[in-house]
């Protein structure tokens, strides 16, 4: 089983999706959780390499209903090691 790291970032609804674009530019995320104040999952989808673009459409249209009706929320970014 492959190692990985995670990092945390907190933001606000209106910075969600600008920030979930940004991890995956970076291209080296292989999956994103999106947590509420409740640290319940609102959200989970892996991101491959080559999945940019029409595969990636559906999630973006999701985290961006997420940011709507998020305050704030929790961004955990898995990493290979």
């Given at each position: ?51 940019l673009?029409?595969?990636?459409a ?24």
């Amino acid at each position: 089983m492959e190692e990985t790291n995670r990092e945390y970032f907190r933001v606000s609804g209106d910075e969600l999706l600008s920030k979930v674009k940004e991890i995956i530019r970076e291209g080296n995320a292989t999956r994103i959780i999106i947590k509420n104040e409740k640290d319940e999952t609102l959200m989970e989808f892996p991101v491959t390499i080559g999945a940019l673009g029409v595969v990636l459409a559906p999630a973006f249209a999701a985290v961006g209903t997420i940011a709507a009706l998020a305050m704030k929320c929790t961004i955990i970014v898995e990493k290979k090691k």
